[in-house]
C-alpha cells in the first residue's frame, strides 16, 4: 500500500518538474535578453537538483543526494560568476 | 526498486506524497509564473516560488522519507534547504542590479534614475 503511494506520489512529481524545467528551458532559449537567460539557467539547475531528491526518494538510495548538492553549488557559482559579467563586463577584477 | 518503500507506515507514505507533491507542484507554478510575466522585474519574482518552498517541500519529504525507513533521524537534506535559501536572495539581488545597470546605460524601459548621493552635512 505504501509502496504504491509513494510510487505515484514520486511519479506525478517527476512529471510536474519534468514540465517545469521544459518551460525553464523555453523562456532560457527564449528570452529577450541575458538576464532572461541567466535565470532561465538558475531555475533549471534549481528544478534538477529536486528532479535528483525525487529519484533518490522513489529509489530509497542516498546516492543521489551528493549529486543534488554538487548541482546546487554549481548552479549558484555559475549564475553569480554571469551576473557579475553582465554587469562589470568581466568575472574577475 | 521498491522494497525500502514497501516497510514503511501508510501514515508516512501519505505525508512524504503530500510533500514530494506540495513541491513539485509550487516549482511548476513558480515555472509558468517565470514564462508568462511580461518584464524581466516581474520575472525575477516567479522562481523563487520553486525555491522557497519548492525545495522546502520536497527536502522534508525526502528526510520524513529516509528517517522512517531508517528509523533513525536523517537529516543531511537540511544542508540543502539551506544552502539554496540562503544563496538564492543573493543571485537574484545581483543579477537585478546587473539588469539594472544594463537598462540605465542603454536608456530603455522606464527604469528609474540613479539616486544622487546626499551631500555630507558639514
Known amino acids: 500500500m505504501s509502496a504504491i503511494i509513494i510510487f505515484t506520489a514520486v511519479s506525478l512529481a517527476q512529471l510536474m518538474l519534468a514540465a517545469a524545467m521544459a518551460i525553464t528551458a523555453v523562456r532560457m532559449f527564449r528570452g529577450p535578453r541575458a538576464q532572461d537567460r541567466i535565470i532561465g539557467l538558475d531555475s533549471l539547475y534549481i528544478n534538477a537538483m529536486l528532479m535528483l531528491v525525487t529519484f533518490g526518494i522513489g529509489t530509497g538510495s542516498v546516492l543521489y543526494f551528493e549529486a543534488a548538492l554538487v548541482i546546487g553549488m554549481l548552479g549558484f557559482v555559475a549564475t553569480v560568476a554571469l551576473a557579475k559579467f553582465l554587469m562589470r563586463g568581466e568575472v574577475i577584477e | ?122
Open chain 2, 1 to 122: 526498486m521498491m522494497q525500502a518503500a514497501a516497510d514503511i507506515p501508510v501514515a508516512a507514505a501519505i505525508a512524504v506524497a503530500f510533500f514530494v507533491l506540495f513541491g513539485a507542484a509550487l516549482s511548476l507554478i513558480g515555472a509558468v509564473g517565470f514564462l508568462r510575466l511580461p518584464t524581466f522585474y516581474d520575472r525575477l519574482h516567479a522562481p523563487t516560488l520553486g525555491t522557497s518552498w519548492g525545495i522546502g517541500g520536497v527536502m522534508v519529504a525526502s528526510m520524513i522519507f529516509f528517517s522512517v525507513s531508517a528509523s533513525r533521524p536523517i537529516l543531511h537534506e537540511i544542508l540543502i534547504g539551506l544552502f539554496v535559501t540562503v544563496t538564492t536572495p543573493v543571485t537574484f539581488m545581483l543579477l537585478a542590479r546587473a539588469a539594472l545597470d544594463r537598462d540605465r546605460t542603454e536608456r530603455n524601459g522606464n527604469v528609474p534614475d540613479k539616486q544622487e548621493k546626499r551631500a555630507p552635512k558639514d
